[in-house]
């Protein structure tokens, strides 16, 4: 039996799974002391095809990759200047910090929202672009808006050289979840199978209106670990969906990493000895408790 296939990757839950995979270069560098793998660093293409794959071997059925949609906000909060939150932060840290003024917050906050900004635009141009144009059957969807709170401080203090530091809140992405959800389901004629890369439980009501009407919906997560010990980061959805399926970390890491993705010989150098010590513990790891892919859909 053939499927066409459908995969749907929700990028801010998968960015967040992915930066989990941090290293550390040895000796520590002072001013990069952590580096953190996220989209530009990995080979996609083979990436879902090898998901694909999976699934094929689990189930026996030829799954036909139709299209990949990857979906990021469409916008960021626009900045506007608040005179009063700013009044407000001087009342509560202005004790601690007696520097503060009203006038010095909204000048921080503003450096702080334009970081986040150009860093928003910036992802899309020099990232998403060039994985869109080295990965076929992609296409990057845009809907929703990241937001993120200048007048709301995740961190004010002062640096070692006793200067302010200042850092809003990034709230994360809103209406995103819904876009993909209509989207599976006015696209539901167009495909046999949809897999979810999100581990976001809002997707409970789509997962099951789709079975509903007798398409197969899988589960793809990635994993810190290997074998036995894989720590799965999407959970949530495993017990609705029909299939599950995933890479660990060796597989991540030995088969999917992409060198030539400016990543520093130093942290390639980590990577690898990470690599050789996931080998080890699979070697060491008793047969019945390696991680097998499940084999029968629920």
């Not at 990995?42 to 990759?65: C, I, M, P, S, Y």
């Not at 009342?91 to 334009?114: M, N, S």
């Not at 990543?263 to 690898?272: C, E, F, L």
């Amino acid at each position: 039996m053939s499927l066409k296939t459908v995969i749907f990757v929700d990028g801010q839950n998968f960015r967040h799974n992915l930066r989990d995979f941090h290293f550390r270069s040895d000796p520590p560098h002072p001013n990069n002391p952590e580096y953190r793998l996220d989209e530009k660093h990995f080979r996609w293409q083979e990436f879902f095809q090898d998901a694909l794959a999976k699934f094929d071997d689990v189930t026996g059925w030829d799954h036909q990759l139709v299209r990949v949609y990857w979906y990021y906000a469409e916008s960021i909060t626009p900045w506007s200047p608040n005179l009063w939150r700013a009044q407000r932060i001087v009342d509560e840290h202005g004790g601690r910090i007696p520097e503060l003024t009203p006038e010095l917050v909204i000048a921080k906050a503003q450096d702080w929202y334009e970081h986040e900004f150009r860093r928003f635009h910036q992802l899309r141009k020099s990232v998403f672009e060039e994985i869109q144009q080295n990965t076929n059957f992609l296409e990057f969807k845009y809907v929703g808006q990241y937001v993120v709170q200048p007048f709301r401080p995740y961190r004010l203090d002062y640096d070692y050289d006793g200067n302010i530091t200042f850092q809003g809140t990034q709230v994360g992405e809103k209406g995103v979840d819904i876009g993909i959800a209509v989207d599976m389901i006015a696209k539901m004629n167009s495909f046999d199978a949809a897999v979810l890369v999100s581990g976001d439980s809002d997707f409970f009501p789509v997962v099951r209106y789709l079975k509903d009407n007798l398409k197969y919906v899988y589960h793809f997560s990635v994993g810190r670990g290997v074998g036995h010990d894989t720590q799965f980061f999407s959970s949530a959805l495993r017990g609705v969906v029909d299939c599950f399926q995933g890479f660990d970390e060796l597989e991540l890491l030995s088969n999917y990493v992409n060198e030539h993705a400016g990543i520093p010989p130093a942290i390639m150098d980590t990577i690898n000895v990470r690599t050789s010590e996931l080998e080890r513990m699979l070697d060491e790891e008793p047969l019945q408790y390696r991680h097998e892919p499940e084999s029968v859909l629920r």
